[in-house]
Every structure is written in C-alpha cells, then in structure tokens.
C-alpha cells in the first residue's frame, strides 16, 4: 500500500510519519502531484496559520489537485479546516470539500483549544471500535461547526464538529497522531478503507 503525507510546508508530519511506522506501514512525504495521485491513501496534515498554508497549496497546484482525488484522503487539523469552504482564519477561502465554514472560538472558552477531549456521535467507519466518549487531543482556535457532514462531535463553550466526511475525504479536528490508543486505531481504520 503506498501512503503520501502531503508535504506543503504546513505541519509536524515527522510525528504522523512515526505513528504510519508504528502501525507497521511506511509513508512518503511528497509534494509531487503525480506521487500524490498515486497513492492508496493520502494524508493531509496541517499546523499553522490557514492563510500562508492556502498559499503554498496555491503556489504549488495542491489547491486543484486536492479535491479531485478519489482514493480516501484524511486532512487532519488545519488539513481538515482547508478543506471546508472558507476559514475566518486570514478570511481565507478552502478547498471546498466540506460545505461549512470555520469560526473563531468566542471569548466565552480559553483559546486555543489545547489538550484532551471527549468525542461522541461516532458515525464513520473511522470510528470502528471505538467508544464514545473516548479522549483524543487537541490543540486548535478555530473550528467547522456542526453539519451534515459531521461524523464526530466535541464539546468546548459548543458542541462541535471534531470530525467530517464526505465520500471519500475524512477530516479530523484532533490529532490522531497524538491520540494514544484511540489515535493509532482511527488511523488504522483510515489505512484499512
């Protein structure tokens, strides 16, 4: 199975690199659009601010090579919050995949986000074996509220969506990389579609 990490410029993807290995996979850090296309599964991190990583996706025909793939692709985190229609981050336009807009977190909660929380109303084969309630971790300002895309809700001031899908493009708020048990079977369970 050959699995590309989308390398733009944009992410700690050495840390998801490290748990493909865990799980006993290898994965390739590719910007390469040929390379990208052939993979069986494509990953598409993201950590930084959504304005300058649009840029480099721009810059680099990511931007309309990304929602044409048809193999299961996972954007985690700022992945998942590019690939949903505008972002209030630098008022920056996404992908498009997801139809729902990314909002700032309100003053009501400490922002950002960081560390565990709780999902629930699990509903992708992401979640195969998982419980609800389970912790993963997070660490983010600005979130996809709630839409008939969502296939996970968490809790924080809102409830919110912490995962997405649509055909064949999953989106994790959280980081599965950095999610313990529960992050290394939702990854296993992206490997597996």
């Not at 649009?54 to 793939?69: A, C, E, V, W, Y």
């Not at 972002?87 to 909002?103: A, H, K, P, Q, R």
Request: include cysteine; hydrophobic fraction near 40%.
């Amino acid at each position: 199975m050959k699995i590309v990490i989308i390398n733009y410029g944009a992410g700690n993807i050495q840390s998801i690199k490290f748990a493909i290995q865990r799980l006993g996979y290898e994965a390739i850090l590719s910007n390469d659009p040929e390379e990208i296309k052939a993979a069986d599964k494509i990953i598409f991190p993201g950590v930084g601010e959504a304005s300058s990583a649009m840029h480099k996706l721009r810059d680099s025909g990511l931007d309309r090579l990304i929602p044409k793939l048809e193999q299961p692709v996972l954007g985690i985190c700022l992945g998942m919050q590019l690939m949903c229609n505008y972002t209030e981050e630098g008022n920056t336009e996404g992908l498009g995949i997801f139809d729902v807009s990314v909002v700032r977190f309100d003053n009501q909660v400490k922002v950002p986000q960081i560390g565990w929380n709780q999902i629930e109303s699990l509903a992708s084969p992401l979640f195969d074996g998982i419980l609800e309630n389970e912790h993963i971790y997070l660490v983010h300002s600005y979130y996809a509220p709630v839409t008939k895309d969502t296939v996970a809700k968490t809790h924080y001031g809102i409830t919110y969506s912490t995962a997405l899908q649509k055909d064949n493009f999953y989106g994790t708020q959280f980081h599965p990389e950095k999610s313990s048990v529960v992050g290394e079977k939702i990854l296993k369970n992206f490997l597996k579609l």
